[in-house]
């Protein structure tokens, strides 16, 4: 059965209690399932969560085909008995830093296809440096300043980042960047009046969270 995944409607919530389902290894690392968690596992090109399980460190999070999620472990538990609860702690430096990327990623991507007419084609956010890759022949810096000004005002501007939850017939009443990898039930992540996006990430509840975007190299 696939895990509750609360972090869906809440990013900011890092402190919960979850029972646990199951105990197993993901590629050979001991991992446990919660029936519930806020742990983002890695996808969409943002990298897992880390934190706190009880007394063990959760040195990465992964999901696998079934939807299930699993929070891997530095050591396994010591009692595996299903049902327990257990103590969860997102690492929040971590977590914010990864939901004021992906705003700015969907903030930034926007701007390149409202101002320079090119398409998103991936994105990889990290620890170190985050990339977008876009469908664009030729780059400037008199270009590149167009788009990042663009995207910044959006961020100054300081407006709400909202939540949807819509079925397959209703998501014509968006304008999608691209469609979604999912069919069903589909989260769509807007920015008013300048992106809206299918996407299961973490994201700041507001674009001035974001602070500020600069590109530095292409």
């Given at each position: 059965m696939a895990s509750a995944r609360l972090y869906y409607d809440d990013s900011y919530t890092t402190r919960f209690e979850g029972a646990l389902a199951s105990s197993g290894q993901q590629a050979g690392r001991p991992a446990v399932e919660l029936d519930s968690t806020y742990f983002y596992p890695e996808s969409g090109g943002q990298e897992a969560d880390r934190g706190r399980l009880g007394d063990?460190?959760?040195?990465?999070?992964?999901?696998?085909?079934?939807?299930?999620?699993?929070h891997v472990l530095d050591q396994p538990l010591a009692d595996d008995a299903s049902g327990r609860a257990l103590a969860g702690e997102v690492d929040w430096t971590r977590r914010f830093d990864h939901m004021q990327q992906h705003t700015g990623q969907h903030i930034l991507?926007?701007?390149?296809?409202?101002?320079?007419?090119?398409p998103t084609l991936s994105s990889h956010l990290g620890e170190e440096r985050s990339s977008i890759e876009v469908g664009i022949v030729e780059a400037d810096w008199e270009s590149m300043a167009r788009v990042e000004d663009a995207a910044n005002?959006?961020?100054?501007?300081?407006?709400?980042?909202v939540r949807h939850w819509v079925s397959d017939s209703e998501l014509g009443r968006f304008r999608l960047r691209k469609p979604p990898a999912v069919t069903g039930r589909v989260r769509i992540v807007e920015i008013p009046d300048w992106d809206q996006s299918?996407?299961?990430?973490?994201?700041t509840n507001r674009t001035g969270e974001v602070g500020v975007v600069k590109i530095v190299r292409w």
């Open positions: 063990r460190a959760v040195i990465d999070v992964q999901a696998d085909d079934e939807g299930r999620v699993w991507s926007a701007a390149f296809e409202r101002v320079l007419d090119a005002r959006v961020v100054w501007s300081d407006v709400p980042v299918a996407c299961g990430g973490t994201h």
